[in-house]
């Protein structure tokens, strides 16, 4: 079932009394919207001795959730990483981003300089360009006619987008009162600045234009020359041309700590399940022989550690109709695989109240924020919050 139309007709099957089975491919924010609704595994893992080991602790924890038990087994996870093309920083004479947590950046001058986003921001303004050949730091510059963007956040959701300057979550223990992570707050404002003040991002009007992708990931237009996004996007990055690369994410200037936002999913049960002794068969099935064809068709990374070593030798492998290699042949896919241990935790998909509703008045104001210049963002991220509370304290 397309992905526009599952969360619907799940809930309308939970609410008719006949839930599926076996739910899934299924993410973080697709299972919290239906918290409470997934099956604790712990007895059948037990039964059918399931060893749980062939998984990173840290993988098989990821789904052990406080009151509701083991409600997943590992499946796969999209790490995030920075894409860019190397010709865009090879035609302003820059140097690449790096590809190693911890090291430092060589700026124009020549001095070393840490990796955060005030450098990353600084580097983009010089890779954006417009039609008369200006970049975005020089006089002159037209704002209004760019034909090159420094770089693209991702922006599928505007807690993600937060999440990459620290994690968080918008529930506060308590799980009724909004909380606004610093990190969030922080990492909104300077991706609006970036867009409105210094035009290194796209703005919304820019992103939905048919010349950069039509709302789908700008970096894939081959007209961006970073942007951070999930490991799910090799499956279209190809658009992009055959010369760009992976470097690791930037970390918080504020406290120099880093984030690479995670995606993780897998195959769930429903507690409503007439057949969870059939259906942890069917689930053992996907997870075990299934795994490594499905994996392969959704692009992403094996939980399991024994799979993990052929994963990219087999996307490098791949070719086109017409014999070329589908992926540039010097990838460091290694930066995408070192972003696992900087996964934001908590996820930023946590569960919190009214989650459906929550998520669509998320979605506004994200296409708000992308919109409309001359806003004031502390004001509009106190509105926001005061908003989600209301949508909360209804229920």
């Not at 450098?119 to 039609?131: E, F, S, W």
């Amino acid at each position: 079932m397309a992905y526009s139309g599952a969360r619907a007709a799940f809930a309308t099957r939970i609410a008719s009394g006949t839930p599926p089975d076996v739910v899934g491919p299924v993410g973080v924010g697709g299972a919290e919207a239906f918290r409470g609704q997934w099956l604790d595994l712990k007895d059948l893992i037990a039964k059918n001795k399931v060893d749980l080991s062939v998984y990173g602790q840290g993988a098989v924890d990821f789904y052990k959730v406080a009151g509701q038990g083991q409600i997943g087994i590992p499946f796969a996870v999209y790490p995030s990483e920075l894409y860019f093309q190397k010709d865009m920083f090879d035609e302003a004479g820059l140097s690449y981003p790096p590809q190693k947590y911890g090291d430092k950046y060589k700026m124009p001058d020549g001095s070393m300089v840490d990796w955060n986003y005030d450098t990353l921001r600084q580097i983009a303004m010089k890779l954006t360009v417009d039609a008369n050949g200006k970049d975005a730091t020089q006089a002159g510059f037209d704002p209004k006619h760019i034909v090159q963007y420094g770089f693209e956040p991702q922006r599928d959701d505007l807690r993600g987008m937060g999440a990459y300057f620290g994690a968080g979550k918008l529930a506060s223990d308590d799980n009724k009162t909004v909380q606004i992570p610093d990190g969030w707050a922080y990492g909104w404002k300077w991706v609006y600045d970036g867009m409105h003040k210094d035009h290194f991002i796209m703005t919304n009007q820019v992103y939905q234009s048919t010349s950069f992708n039509g709302g789908g990931y700008a970096f894939n237009s081959g007209k961006v020359a970073m942007q951070e996004n999930f490991l799910w996007n090799v499956c279209c990055v190809t658009d992009a041309g055959d010369n760009w690369d992976l470097g690791v994410i930037p970390a918080n200037p504020t406290d120099g700590k880093t984030t690479a936002v995670f995606n993780a999913d897998t195959f769930r049960i429903t507690k409503g399940s007439k057949h969870p002794d059939e259906a942890f068969t069917v689930l053992q099935y996907l997870l075990g022989p299934a795994s490594k064809t499905l994996l392969n068709s959704y692009s992403a990374f094996p939980a399991r550690t024994a799979d993990q070593a052929d994963f990219f030798t087999g996307l490098q492998a791949q070719k086109t109709d017409k014999g070329k290699p589908v992926y540039p042949p010097t990838v460091d896919w290694q930066a995408a695989v070192d972003g696992i241990k900087y996964a934001d935790n908590p996820n930023f998909e946590a569960w919190m109240p009214a989650y459906n509703k929550s998520l669509d008045l998320l979605t506004q104001y994200l296409t708000r924020w992308t919109s409309n210049p001359g806003l004031d963002m502390d004001q509009e991220i106190n509105t926001l919050k005061t908003k989600l509370q209301a949508v909360w304290d209804k229920g």
